[in-house]
């Protein structure tokens, strides 16, 4: 089994900047892409960004390109999502979620994945 752990969200002015995190823990052999979602109140998760386990394959959900930036430390069995020039609009519960088998890309659909962390809670004030 793999555990997935989420950390950096937090109270922010719009502008500002936030750094998640999101720790794999366990069989982490069996994880290959990883992607960030959020859900805000009232509304469907959505696909944020995701990274493939090569790291060389990345991609990003229109309202974030430009702004958010993903990466990862595969010694470090860790994700990490720079989130910059912050919108109260992205306000949500943050969650990572990891593929257990190699694809060699990744994507945005919550359903192509088998784990999932608890959520870290970004709030951005206007």
């Known amino acids: 089994q793999v555990q997935l752990v989420e950390s950096g969200g937090g109270l922010v002015q719009a502008g500002g900047s936030l750094n998640l995190s999101c720790v794999a823990s366990?069989?982490?052999?069996?994880?290959?892409?990883i992607a960030w979602f959020r859900q805000a109140p009232g509304k469907e998760r959505e696909g944020v960004s995701c990274?493939?386990?090569?790291?060389?394959?990345?991609w990003y959900g229109g309202s974030v390109k430009d702004r958010f930036t993903i990466s990862r430390d595969n010694a470090k069995n860790t994700v990490y999502l720079q989130m910059n020039s912050l919108e109260p609009e992205d306000t949500a519960v943050y969650y990572c979620a990891a593929q257990n088998k190699y694809t060699g890309f990744c994507n945005g659909h919550q359903y192509d994945y088998n784990y999932w962390g608890q959520g870290t809670q970004v709030t951005v004030s206007s």
């Open positions: 990274i493939a386990h090569s790291r060389e394959i990345t």
């Open positions: 366990g069989r982490t052999k069996n994880t290959y892409a």
